[in-house]
């Protein structure tokens, strides 16, 4: 059938892990059209420097959007809603062969009912966790996507028993760990500690001087300790490093202190992963990053006590990393709100150091949980979502038609 949409593909990403699977999947789906003889796409949205890299155009950024909590997202409210007006519109006058979203499902979720409406084809790459959220999301899903592609597999069989077109593709930062691993040789430096504060301004001011205050009491117990703060390429280097200099000073240690024992370096997360002999990650995607390269870690997290209130009202899972979801177990210890303080860091730290049964039982569950991705995540998205695409290659009318007789066969 002969196209009549010329608006390229759309796609919107919220912050960093957002724009790393972002990159990957245009990446993969420039590839699979490559492999069609179908003339080159343009891809364009709300893009950070990965996706920029991969040639994404950034109506609006990914730096502009990444926060998180009820009360930063207040406070951030005019900038989101800003950008908000901004993509519907050129989606509005550019008329794209689809709208591709990713995760960031306060932002998302709107607006896929928005474009949905407007007669879009609508992919939801990395779904919200609509499991965890009770039935609301799951609804929006099934109502206004004609595909899901999921990258974790317990979430997945969880939205095809709800009714959404939903298809498992593995994990795309799966396979993007495997090709690292076989293109750098990694050697685990003794006692280096990996202080992973997450990709969020809002996560490194609430948890960079947790993690601060951790490893100068590690290092009075351990006088080895190193340790490495990877910075994501959407966050200025200044803001951390000066929360981490603030927050050593207010315990009586200098910035030099701090720069002869921690090093920073800029986008070099999987650097640190792979040397790393243990690690404090922040809960989300690279909790699963640290578990492929075998490095032993707790998770950390913290929000504003009205989030925390609101989220334990909403939120109904026993887990909240995505390793220990994946098991249904808990492989790794995580440390919340008010557990999530120095002195717990430090003890299972000090655990996986001097108990080898312990570390060896953790690193046997990693095993499990990295065996139940496919490799070729990325693509396997591509190819479904192409799929999609030609299906809903038709006019309005028929095009909605067409969804809920889907909707309807579920």
Request: net charge positive.
């Amino acid at each position: 059938m002969q196209s009549n949409l010329n608006g390229g593909i759309c796609i919107i990403a919220g912050e960093a892990s957002g724009d790393a699977q972002g990159a990957l999947l245009v990446k993969a789906l420039k590839e699979e059209y490559k492999n069609k003889n179908v003339n080159e796409k343009t891809f364009w949205g709300s893009s950070g420097p990965l996706m920029r890299k991969e040639g994404v155009e950034d109506i609006i950024r990914v730096e502009d959007l990444a926060v998180f909590g009820l009360v930063e997202i207040i406070s951030h409210y005019p900038v989101i809603s800003a950008s908000y007006k901004k993509i519907l519109n050129e989606i509005k006058v550019r008329k794209p062969e689809a709208v591709i979203l990713i995760d960031y499902p306060g932002f998302n979720l709107k607006l896929l009912q928005d474009v949905y409406s407007l007669g879009n084809t609508v992919i939801y790459h990395i779904p919200p966790k609509a499991w965890s959220h009770g039935k609301r999301r799951t609804e929006l899903l099934k109502n206004y996507c004609h595909l899901v592609t999921s990258i974790l597999p317990f979430e997945t069989q969880f939205f095809k028993d709800n009714g959404v077109n939903t298809f498992f593709a593995g994990n795309p930062l799966k396979d993007n760990v495997d090709e690292y691993l076989c293109k750098n040789k990694t050697i685990k430096v003794p006692f280096k500690i990996g202080i992973l504060p997450g990709s969020r301004k809002s996560e490194i001011q609430k948890l960079l001087p947790i993690l601060i205050e951790s490893f100068i009491m590690l290092a009075e117990k351990e006088t080895k300790i190193t340790g490495a703060i990877p910075i994501a390429q959407t966050l200025d280097p200044h803001f951390v490093k000066n929360i981490a200099y603030k927050s050593a000073l207010n315990l009586g240690y200098t910035k030099e202190w701090i720069d002869q024992k921690i090093s920073f370096g800029i986008g070099n997360a999987y650097e640190v992963m792979s040397t790393s002999s243990y690690a404090w990650v922040c809960s989300g995607t690279a909790t699963l990053e640290t578990a492929f390269f075998n490095t032993p870690m707790c998770v950390i997290y913290k929000v504003s006590p009205i989030t925390a209130y609101i989220a334990k009202k909403l939120i109904f899972i026993k887990y909240v990393s995505l390793v220990n979801l994946t098991e249904n177990s808990e492989i790794i210890p995580e440390y919340l709100q008010e557990m999530a303080k120095p002195i717990n860091l430090v003890n299972h730290a000090l655990k996986v150091f001097h108990d080898k049964d312990y570390e060896n039982k953790m690193l046997i569950n990693f095993q499990k949980v990295q065996n139940v991705f496919p490799k070729n995540a990325a693509k396997n998205a591509a190819t479904e979502i192409i799929k999609c695409i030609d299906k809903y290659n038709v006019p309005n009318l028929n095009k909605f038609k067409y969804h809920r007789e889907n909707r309807t066969e579920k």
